[in-house]
């Protein structure tokens, strides 16, 4: 919550002494209250007026780390509703689920989607981060289910609520900083403190968002601040508004009481895979922080992890590829090379209309700024010095005998200049959009 | 301290606007909150298929043996097939044809395709060119002409063409015009502020903001449409309060991850039960 100076200026001791560099204690605090000085500069102010600030002047959501080392995240943490405020911080994680309740069939099959869904997208491992393991009546299957997702280095949660039973799952959790996803009015005092023993975030859950407002306050009461709230699953309308409503109230409403990352399980909305992945992708955009689904298989990944990349992109910053030299359909010492910029989004349209086109070539992509064509030439990122000095340093004269290099429509007025730097090869002028690559590329090989 | 309840309340309101006639007429907007949180007065999406007036030589063999290769050979028996088959609501016909980089077909061959295609189903129609804005605007202007009183969506004027798809399809002959934006809200704006200009009321304006796939800029279309709808019913921004119509399966099928090997030929994958 912002601080007003008035209210700094209450605490400090109205002296004028001039010892924190600012001229009155008005002065200073107003520079404290904009961020632009810190109260401990003021040698009078009180350990309890600190605290007091502290308090006030905290994010109005908080930041919760799940898992540990490689697998280490943070949930939450956000400012803003919007992304075009500022940007989302904490990407959501995925997660499949487990259960002493289904077949070793499908458990395994669950399981063998787990190891088999690990893809790099823009220098991003994509993979459901977090298994879901719930607890029905078997509790041998159940612990067993839980230390093969430890043992297979996700984070585990613990979808259980008998007492005992989250007691032992605990214990095999208890070094991963896992989920403990427990706790409900009627037994919130004891599952707390099995949470807290064990170092695991708490999983809060309750009819209704003043039911879990309720419960919330009643575990910070106790202590424990490790917290994530189940968004419920009532119906699919009532999750995705509680969802909002989660959000909302901590963050424009200030309510620090719901100021915790979300848990979404789409699998207890519904138990159609389309669905759940429809609503993976609804809650990917509206603060959702874990997503659980029954099975996060390859072709839901290939569509979720790019929207999760996508929306978790920082505004400010353009999504950026390696500057390198990219092969396509298996392009030998023939093929004709291509060049783009550096802007992820270019890259992948390009690279992927050169696929399509399935003739074999070399994508040339040097440091242009992370921007767009048009923009990285704008900006000077992008013209014949860089792209000539590229060319000539990647290494493409060995891998091709080729000297053609076909540039993009867009910067035709390089031609010149590069042919001038490169004097070696054929600069072509390519088409001006990506969609127009495959027909441009069969021509030119002679294919079409 | 006890949970206050999130309000979702705006001063402003989205458009409601009818698509095509008698008892398949369906009415889209009305929405007066963000997405899944208006409260009963707003329609849901209304979700539709695309069929073409060519052989959909690009598109993947999945989708095409959905409907049979007969069928999508041609666009009146097509259009008949999804109106008994699937749960669409309305038909987007794209009049491919008519590319003069392609097959240069005439504006009176595409025009009696949309107009068979309009007597063989019930369905509202959504009409699109193609691609090409200067012929589009000639083209569907003529489309509104022979199919007036019908109802139908031009989609879309352009700013190289919004003029004569304007006059036509929004004054002359009473339909809806798509305005079409790439996913920029002040480009988005301002062909709705040129077209209520022209004349067109408002009430008759669809907007198509531009579509991107998950993975590809969807980012820019996600942020896009929450700054328009903000504006719309936070600011009572009547220039952007207009329904959003979006064309998700244009660019679907060019995409690595659509094509990838373990995703197309994954037969686990449900045929979609629109």
């Known amino acids: 919550m912002a601080v007003k100076g008035l209210d700094i200026f209450k605490l400090t001791p109205k002296t004028n002494c001039k010892e924190c560099g600012f001229p009155t204690c008005m002065a200073f605090s107003m520079k404290v209250a904009s961020g632009a000085a810190q109260i401990e500069a003021c040698p009078y102010i009180t350990e309890d007026a600190k605290a007091q600030l502290s308090e006030a002047t905290a994010p109005p959501m908080k930041t919760i780390k799940v898992g540990v080392g490689e697998l280490e995240h943070n949930l939450g943490g956000e400012t803003v509703l919007y992304r075009h405020e500022k940007t989302y911080v904490s990407k959501a994680l995925l997660a499949s689920e487990v259960s002493d309740a289904l077949s070793d069939e499908v458990n395994d099959a669950r399981f063998a989607n787990l190891e088999k869904v690990k893809f790099d997208r823009i220098g991003e491992m994509m993979f459901a981060e977090v298994v879901s393991v719930r607890y029905a009546s078997d509790q041998a299957k159940f612990l067993e289910l839980l230390k093969k997702v430890v043992e297979m280095g996700r984070i585990p949660m613990a979808v259980v609520e008998d007492e005992a039973v989250a007691k032992e799952a605990a214990a095999v959790i208890k070094d991963t900083k896992g989920i403990l996803m427990a706790a409900t009015p009627a037994n919130y005092e004891a599952v707390t403190a099995i949470a807290k023993d064990n170092k695991l975030v708490l999983g809060v859950s309750a009819d209704s968002l003043s039911e879990l407002h309720d419960v919330v306050e009643k575990i910070e009461a106790l202590g424990y601040k490790e917290l994530i709230l189940n968004v419920g699953s009532k119906s699919i309308k009532d999750a995705y508004r509680n969802a909002v409503d989660i959000r909302t109230s901590a963050l424009k409403n200030k309510d620090r009481t719901f100021g915790y990352p979300s848990i979404v399980f789409t699998n207890q909305l519904s138990d159609n895979r389309s669905l759940q992945v429809a609503m993976t992708s609804a809650f990917i955009l509206r603060y959702g922080s874990v997503i659980v689904m029954d099975d996060v298989d390859y072709p839901a990944a290939l569509a979720l992890f790019g929207m999760r990349q996508n929306i978790y992109t920082d505004p400010q910053k353009p999504m950026r590829v390696e500057a390198t030299i990219y092969e396509f359909n298996n392009a030998d010492d023939e093929s004709p090379v291509l060049l783009t910029v550096d802007f992820a989004l270019t890259y992948f349209t390009v690279s992927g209309e050169i696929e399509r086109s399935k003739v074999p070539a070399y994508l040339a992509i040097p440091d242009a700024g992370g921007y767009s064509v048009l923009t990285a030439w704008a900006a000077g990122s992008f013209g014949s010095g860089v792209i000539s000095d590229f060319i000539k340093n990647s290494g493409i004269e060995e891998k091709t005998k080729s000297r053609k290099l076909i540039i993009p429509g867009k910067v035709a007025v390089l031609q010149g200049d590069i042919k001038e730097a490169l004097p070696d090869w054929e600069i072509l002028v390519g088409p001006p959009e990506a969609m127009q690559i495959p027909k441009y590329l069969r021509e030119l090989s002679g294919l079409a | ?274």
């Open chain 2, 1 to 274: 301290m006890a949970y206050k309840e999130v309000e979702h309340k705006y001063s402003g309101k989205i458009n409601e606007c009818v698509m095509g006639t008698g008892e398949k007429a369906i009415t889209i907007g009305g929405e007066n909150a963000l997405p899944f949180l208006s409260d009963g007065e707003s329609h849901a999406p209304a979700v539709g298929l695309t069929i073409l007036d060519i052989y959909p030589e690009d598109w993947e063999e999945v989708v095409i043996e959905a409907y049979g290769e007969d069928t999508v050979k041609d666009p009146v028996a097509w259009a008949k097939y999804i109106e008994e088959n699937t749960d669409a609501e309305f038909i987007h016909l794209r009049l491919i044809s008519a590319d003069p980089n392609g097959q240069d077909n005439s504006i009176e061959n595409c025009v009696a395709t949309a107009v068979n295609v309009e007597a063989a189903t019930s369905l509202p129609l959504v009409v699109g060119g193609s691609g090409n804005a200067e012929k589009d605007g000639k083209l569907l202007e003529e489309v509104a002409k022979a199919l007036e009183g019908k109802n139908v969506v031009l989609f879309s004027a352009v700013e190289e063409n919004y003029k004569s798809i304007g006059v036509a399809g929004g004054m002359a002959y009473g339909q809806k015009v798509s305005a079409e934006s790439s996913v920029d809200i002040n480009l988005a704006k301002q062909l709705n502020i040129l077209l209520t200009q022209l004349g067109v009321s408002g009430g008759d304006i669809i907007m198509d903001v531009g579509s991107a796939c998950s993975g590809y800029g969807f980012e820019y279309v996600a942020s896009t449409m929450d700054r328009i709808r903000l504006a719309a019913l936070g600011q009572n921004d009547e220039s952007l309060q207009m329904p959003i119509m979006t064309n998700v399966g244009d660019q679907a099928w060019g995409v690595r991850e659509a094509l990838a090997e373990g995703a197309k030929k994954d037969k686990n994958l449900e045929r979609w039960n629109l």
